[in-house]
């Protein structure tokens, strides 16, 4: 008897565990507190130094979305933000972690700024920017196969090469700015010459917006379809499930984690074209400074899916252009936003590490 209710009892908490799980609340939930939450945190956190957080959130959204400046101004921050997404999202597929996008997208302004030098105003813009873009990607890539090749021949973590090489490809940037790509008519301020006519992107409606932002998504539907729909695609996420039997099937694993290292780092050498070609005109020491970390942010946020990282993206991006609104309503300077930016990361560090325990 104890049987025959047992059975019954246990069959139908089944039905229950599959119904509550095909349901969406759950899910809904954690990413309603993992929007929410670091917004609470920050809106205490300006209560603490005596602004108004409804104010405060009301202005940044309209100093970010309220106009077209603004609007304009959000794209041009999301675009490089995608790209050094991407260069994390696609080492990611092979269990690969690269934190290096800020130095790759450094020397890919760097080398997109040597072939601008070089190139001048000898070609129309249909020539010189394609070079260009090629210039930066081939600057990213060659910044990040040298983590490649550590990682491959000297079994060197990743993750400590990346960083490190951040530091030193922005002293190497800094280094060519005072000396051999300094202006001579800058007044001995560290930038290079401006780029010529042909080698800027065309802005659009008297913003600072370009045409070149495009390349950004674009570039995120052909590393969506790369990973989904090609065989190339499914080589990577074999090497990620298991390096080791990948290696026993035939796949020559040093060689992809090398190929997906260049792949990164050209899509974020390309962010760096973007930068010195479309918005800035010309390399500075500060070009690109943060957007690697904040594209790393990014992915980490969808889960290094290439088409999510665009909303990801987009969303820092108005955090990032609203934080010139702290500096009106809650006399904060604009890199307090880095803090929200903080908080975020540690929810998606806390949701990430709990779903490991599990």
């Known amino acids: 008897m104890q049987e025959t209710i047992a059975l019954p009892n246990s069959a139908s908490s089944t039905g229950l565990e599959r119904l509550r799980r095909s349901l969406p609340w759950a899910t809904l939930l954690r990413w309603l507190l993992l929007a929410l939450g ?43 933000f995608i790209l050094g997404g991407l260069a994390t999202a696609l080492p990611a597929r092979t269990r690969l972690v690269n934190v290096g996008a ?15 030098m070089a190139i001048g105003d000898r070609f129309p813009a249909w020539v010189t920017l394609p070079a260009l873009l090629v210039a930066g990607a081939a600057g990213g890539a060659l910044w990040a196969g040298v983590a490649g090749l550590l990682r491959t021949r000297l079994a060197v ?10 530091y030193v490809g922005a002293l190497v940037l800094i280094f060519c700015v005072h000396t051999v790509l300094k202006d001579p008519e800058s007044f001995n301020w560290p930038f290079s010459p401006p780029f010529a006519d042909a080698a800027r992107w065309v802005t659009i409606g008297g913003t600072r917006l370009h045409w070149g932002v ?50 990164a780092g050209a899509l974020a050498g390309m962010a760096g074209m973007l930068e010195v070609a479309g918005v800035e005109g010309r390399l500075r020491p500060t070009t690109g400074v943060g ?30 252009v609203s934080g010139d609104a702290l500096q009106i309503t809650a006399r904060l300077p604009a890199s307090s936003v880095n803090i929200l930016m903080a908080f975020v990361l540690i929810g998606i560090l806390a949701r990430v590490g709990k779903k490991n325990a599990a």
């Open 157 to 166: 973590n990743e993750t400590i090469s990346t960083l490190l090489l951040n």
């Open 102 to 116: 800020e130095g790759q997208i450094a020397l890919g302004a760097l080398a997109t700024t040597f072939a601008a």
């Open 291 to 320: 957007f690697g970390y904040v594209g790393f942010l990014a992915a980490w946020m969808v889960g290094q899916h290439p088409l999510g990282l665009i909303a990801s993206s987009i969303l820092l991006a108005v955090l990032a």
């Open 214 to 263: 495009i390349v950004a998504p674009i570039a995120a539907l052909l590393v969506w379809y790369f990973l989904t729909r090609t065989h190339w695609g499914l080589h990577l996420r074999v090497v990620g499930g298991n390096p080791e039997a990948a290696r026993r099937a035939g796949f020559n694993v040093e060689r992809i984690q090398v190929l997906v290292f260049l792949a």
């Open 38 to 80: 670091p917004l609470a945190i920050f809106a205490l956190f300006l209560l603490t130094v005596g602004a108004d957080p409804i104010k405060t959130y009301s202005a940044m959204y309209f100093s970010a979305l309220g106009d077209s400046f603004g609007l304009a101004e959000v794209m041009i921050r999301a675009a490089p």
